[in-house]
């Protein structure tokens, strides 16, 4: 069964750092790109990122979150980290993954997802 399960959400100060982790199963990410997503209470889904595991790229990162995130990989645990520093009141909000229908990130790759994971909440006290 292909599954995605995101998960290191909590509490924390504005200036802080979370790592959030996406794990899978069922499917790999070499070859799959996967993308990182918010919702904020009362707003629409926001597109962060896309990230492809087959070369480690990270593209399409949204204007609020450029220089403050990091993507990286572990294959062995077949799990893509979400690395926020800086974090601020408005990065609260439900962050999840979703899998991506191609290898590489394709510029709408918010409109060609399929799998999506259940979301963690981030909460950004001020």
């Known amino acids: 069964e292909v599954q995605l399960q995101a998960s290191g959400g909590g509490l924390v100060q504005a200036g802080g750092s979370l790592r959030l982790s996406c794990a899978a199963s069922?499917?790999?990410?070499?070859?799959?790109?996967m993308g990182w997503f918010r919702q904020a209470p009362g707003k629409e889904h926001e597109a962060l990122l896309c990230f492809s595991g087959r070369d480690g790229s990270t593209d399409y990162v949204a204007d609020s979150m450029k220089g403050r995130v990091i993507v990286s990989s572990d294959n062995a645990k077949n799990t893509v980290y979400l690395q926020m520093d800086s974090l601020k009141p408005e990065d609260t909000a439900v962050y999840s993954c979703?899998?991506?229908?191609?290898?590489?990130?394709?510029?709408?790759?918010?409109?060609?997802?399929?799998?999506w994971g259940e979301g963690t909440q981030v909460t950004v006290s001020s």
């Open positions: 069922g499917f790999s990410f070499d070859d799959y790109a």
């Open positions: 979703r899998r991506v229908l191609t290898i590489m990130c394709p510029v709408n790759y918010y409109y060609n997802t399929d799998v």
